[in-house]
């Protein structure tokens, strides 16, 4: 019998060197509506989606290269294309253990860099 055995989260795609320990991504989509009367009474009528985005949260241990920027590579394999920005990336070094670090930002699957 064969067993495989992953270490990791393995949506990342970076993970050579490093260890995924938490990944969360929220697709998430704004919704807009129009309100009129129907019957005497103040309803929505029309509703329309806009502004979709991923918000994504990372944390790990191990190697890495990240920075927070503009137009960044998230390392998701579940986020492509659009823009993507890491607000947020924090690295800690300790004496005797793997390096932690997390980051977290948006992916704007329809917007483009300036």
């Known amino acids: 019998m064969i067993t495989t055995l992953e270490h990791g989260v393995t949506v990342h795609s970076d993970a050579e060197g490093s260890i995924i320990q938490n990944l969360d ?13 129907v019957d005497g009474r103040t309803q929505v009528v029309r509703a329309w989606q806009y502004k979709e985005r991923y918000e994504f949260s990372v944390t790990g241990s191990g190697d890495v290269t990240m920075s927070a920027s503009e137009d960044a590579d998230a390392q998701i394999t579940l986020i492509s294309g659009g823009l993507t920005d890491i607000n947020s990336f924090k690295y800690s070094q300790k004496l005797g253990a ?6 977290s930002g948006n992916n704007w699957p329809h917007g483009t860099a300036n």
């Open 25 to 37: 991504v929220d697709h998430k989509v704004d919704e807009s509506t129009l309100e009129g009367m």
């Open 98 to 103: 793997a390096s932690e670090w997390t980051y």
